[in-house]
């Protein structure tokens, strides 16, 4: 497999954020991204600009709806009419353009120090159609994290990571939830808008596209390498995150190269996205950087539940049960992978 690491869910100067695409994707190449999604509020400008941008991928959505039910829309080619009230017309709105989405920020609560405690929840899980869930967005975890004067200073200034712990808890139930009745795909998303803030004493930019590049990002493997042909590109990478072919990397942990989560049987390997069955001889495998021995704790997870922690890098794990499996890796103790599931029918 072909591992290729992109950041989702950003913002330019086509709506609330404070860079141009070109300006963007510079800040990608200088991270080592191999790919950005661009998801700018209620509108499609950016897209005659897509594609290859400074040697990285520039993808085109649209993050769609304002007070709250934010989606995020991709290969759709036309806007999408807002409907806060009624999500599920927004799904059938980009679904019809062959397009796909995933539920952005579904359980933030605001900050009374950041947007005068804004925050946009998804209320619609009665909801169909969608591909997946933003199960961690860095930005709107950060806001969150931040409830008085003396911690936005500390967080601003010192630890600007001290309020990150991973994936959303109620985000991550839902999702599995989801996945007992069919495959979606989870993402992490950045919501980089390199706001500048100033809040009495605050005066500083949360977060600069940069640093948030090197945060949360999704790492999708693909069969063959990327393709330098944008419109070929764009193929293989939506058709990754269709298929939940990715999993989450936080890169301030370090980069994910040389980890892989596979199921195998006697005659099959199978990735992350796939449907395996469940064979006499039938386990899962887990391989890790050796770099981080001694300092990994894997969670496998199946149906939503903790199946086994292990305190080793290289693992292969006998299945006795059909289920969805995924893995949730921790570098002391702090959140590094979360992968999409290995389906075991």
Not at 65 to 89: F, G, R, W
Not at 255 to 265: C, E, I, P, R
Request: with cysteine.
């Amino acid at each position: 497999m072909h591992p290729y690491v992109g950041n989702i869910h950003i913002h330019s100067t086509y709506s609330d954020g404070h860079k141009s695409i070109e300006k963007i994707a510079l800040a990608a190449k200088s991270a080592g991204l191999a790919f950005v999604v661009i998801t700018d509020h209620g509108n499609l400008q950016g897209l005659p600009e897509e594609g290859y941008i400074h040697d990285v991928l520039v993808l085109i959505g649209s993050e769609i709806n304002t007070t709250k039910n934010h989606y995020l829309a991709l290969n759709i080619t036309e806007p999408v009419a807002q409907n806060d009230s009624d999500p599920q017309q927004v799904i059938n709105q980009v679904n019809a353009q062959g397009g796909f989405g995933f539920i952005a920020h579904p359980f933030e609560i605001g900050s009374p120090l950041v947007l005068n405690n804004a925050h946009y929840p998804w209320t619609h899980w009665d909801a169909q159609g969608y591909s997946g869930i933003e199960v961690w967005n860095w930005c709107s975890q950060w806001r969150d994290g931040v409830r008085n004067i003396l911690q936005g200073l500390y967080y601003s200034y010192i630890n600007p990571a001290g309020p990150i712990t991973g994936p959303t808890p109620q985000a991550m139930a839902r999702f599995d939830e989801v996945t007992q009745h069919r495959p979606i795909t989870a993402i992490a998303g950045s919501d980089a808008h390199a706001w500048p803030v100033c809040k009495g004493p605050i005066r500083r930019t949360i977060f600069p596209y940069r640093y948030l590049f090197r945060t949360a990002n999704n790492c999708i493997l693909l069969d063959e390498p990327l393709s330098r042909d944008p419109v070929k590109a764009k193929t293989q990478i939506y058709s990754a995150l269709r298929q939940g072919r990715s999993y989450i990397v936080n890169n301030l942990i370090g980069t994910a190269q040389g980890f892989s989560f596979t199921a195998l049987n006697q005659d099959n390997q199978y990735q992350i996205g796939d449907t395996a069955p469940l064979e006499e001889i039938t386990g899962l495998q887990i391989q890790c950087p050796s770099q981080f021995r001694g300092r990994l704790t894997l969670r496998v997870i199946r149906n939503g539940q903790l199946l086994n922690e292990i305190l080793r890098c290289n693992v292969t794990l006998r299945l006795y049960e059909p289920g969805v499996y995924r893995l949730e890796v921790y570098c002391n103790k702090k959140p590094w992978i979360f992968t999409n599931p290995i389906y075991i029918v």
